[in-house]
């Protein structure tokens, strides 16, 4: 019986996804179980390393079941992750020594603050990211000085740290295969982005040795073989593994220089492939590896934003102010037009391009029209005006203007969204067929390198295309707006 399905396993911010592609690397099922998100008096964000590995085993084990296919024709297991999220574990026991600190959790800021007094910056420039809470090297370095357990192990050279796909890779191969791929490494300002090696300098920096990180494989190399806890009746190997905006723009097949995607989850990932060569980290946007795939490397600038489709969560978990996430855009397009209230969703600080840890979420420009429908437009708009200025200065950095946006995640499925992201960049904005880019972009890395595919699969692949509406002034006095309301944010007073 011949192998001829490709698993991909998207470990994200809120779930952890498994999905079956077929001969042709079309999806053929999937199946999502989500995990816990552990919010602290502090305000900080965790996630149980634990929950996430058996969520991973209990996840591909039904997706198979269901399905109905032998579980011999698995050919190759591909995973995208949640990238710069802090874990530490113990080498011998293989537990972690504390929860995993989410990319979004800003604990590290002290940390930062005082590497940036010592000159830390300049150390970091190697790594082609900025100083900030926001990567897994400050995090580890917080793990390191906070959690008794990982000084322990660190001092018997019993630790290991990585990032998320680090921790399934050990997991699923029963500890023995413990590897990262150089596109998630390239987000934990540990990596030299020029020799794609760790940087002897940077893990000083943070307090970590070399030896308690994971070894570094391509994108598309060979990071071990796991039978999934017995399930399979011969292992499988893991083929693939990339960061999960990486996954999706190779997923969306923006193989050239210039071209772009905006991912719509937790968060929001705005990256344009810049080519085979890096560029130095500037005016907020972080250079990091897109993927290494059969020796050759290619480059991203991307720019990330910590509240998007969180904000949408907060509406409807933390406010009440929507039954689902989904009715969002039906809500948005309800709302008088002329309201002018502006949210900046600044809850655990800004990220690009602003980079300002220290900025609070500001509610601002309500009348007394504003009821829920706007409250809830605001919130949608939010996370456009953040995209769009992430992408003017990805086409400003890289001397490359983007001629169109590809998106992908939960947001893309979000009409009203899709068509006011389409009105503030002045850009077409098109969302394929399939929105699950990271674990397609993971599968199809997998199934190439398992002789399974050709990478021409998706060639011809359809989607939907919005195209600006708005003119030129409606656009203006709205961004107007917005930078109106980012300044109140970045005040930080405390007496708000």
Not at 41 to 51: F, I, L, N, Q, T
Not at 406 to 427: P, V
Request: glycine content about 10%; proline content about 5%; hydrophobic content about 40%.
């Amino acid at each position: 019986m011949s192998a001829q399905y490709v698993i991909g396993l998207d470990q994200s911010t809120s779930s952890t996804k498994a999905f079956l592609f077929g001969p042709g690397c079309e999806l053929i099922a999937q199946i999502g179980l989500p995990h816990r998100q552990l919010i602290s008096p502090e305000g900080w964000v965790s996630h149980d390393p634990m929950e996430i590995h058996q969520n991973a085993l209990e996840a591909v084990k039904s997706l198979i079941d269901r399905s109905g296919i032998d579980r011999r024709q698995v050919a190759a297991i591909g995973i995208s992750n949640q990238r710069e999220t802090a874990l530490a574990w113990n080498r011998h026991t293989g537990l972690p020594v504390c929860d995993a600190v989410v990319w979004q959790c800003a604990r590290a800021k002290d940390v930062c603050e005082r590497l940036q007094s010592a000159g830390g910056e300049e150390t970091v420039k190697a790594s082609g990211l900025p100083l900030s809470p926001y990567f897994t090297g400050a995090k580890l370095r917080w793990i390191l000085e906070n959690v008794p357990e990982a000084a322990a192990a660190a001092r018997e050279n019993d630790l290991c740290c990585g990032t998320m796909d680090s921790w399934l890779i050990y997991k699923l191969t029963d500890g023995r295969s413990f590897y990262t791929d150089c596109s998630n490494a390239s987000r934990t300002q540990l990596l030299n982005l020029g020799t794609l090696n760790w940087d002897e300098g940077c893990c000083r920096l943070f307090g970590l040795r070399p030896e308690w990180l994971p070894g570094l494989h391509g994108s598309n190399g060979l990071f071990g073989e796991t039978d999934l806890d017995g399930y399979f009746p011969a292992p499988v190997p893991i083929l693939a593994a990339m960061g999960d905006s990486h996954a999706a723009l190779y997923g969306h097949r923006c193989l050239s220089p210039g071209m772009a995607k905006a991912t719509y989850g937790t968060g929001s990932s705005v990256m344009m492939n810049i080519g085979p060569h890096p560029l130095a980290p500037t005016q907020g946007l972080a250079c990091s590896v897109g993927w290494q795939l059969d020796g050759g490397t290619t480059y991203v600038l991307e720019g990330n934003v910590n509240y998007t489709g969180a904000v949408m969560s907060w509406l409807s978990k933390d406010l009440g102010l929507l039954d689902s996430a989904d009715r969002a855009g039906e809500l948005a397009g309800a709302a008088d037009p002329r309201d002018t209230t502006y949210l900046v969703p600044a809850f655990t600080g800004l990220g690009a391009p602003y980079w300002c840890a220290d900025a609070k979420a500001v509610l601002c420009g309500m009348t007394r029209r504003t009821g829920r429908a706007e409250l809830v437009k605001a919130a949608e708009e939010s996370i456009a005006y953040q995209i769009r200025d992430v992408a003017a200065l990805l086409g400003e950095a890289s001397g490359i203007a983007p001629s169109a946006l590809y998106a992908d995640g939960g947001g893309a499925r979000d009409r009203y969204l899709m068509q006011f992201q389409s009105d503030l960049l002045a850009l077409p904005v098109t969302v394929p067929q399939c929105r699950e880019l990271s674990a397609l972009g993971a599968a199809l890395a997998a199934g190439i390198s398992a002789g399974l595919y050709t990478g021409r699969e998706l060639d011809g692949a359809t989607g939907t295309v919005y195209q600006p509406r708005m003119d030129g002034e409606t656009r203006a006095r709205l961004c107007a707006g917005w930078q109106h309301a980012l300044r109140l944010a970045m005040q930080n007073d405390d007496r708000r």
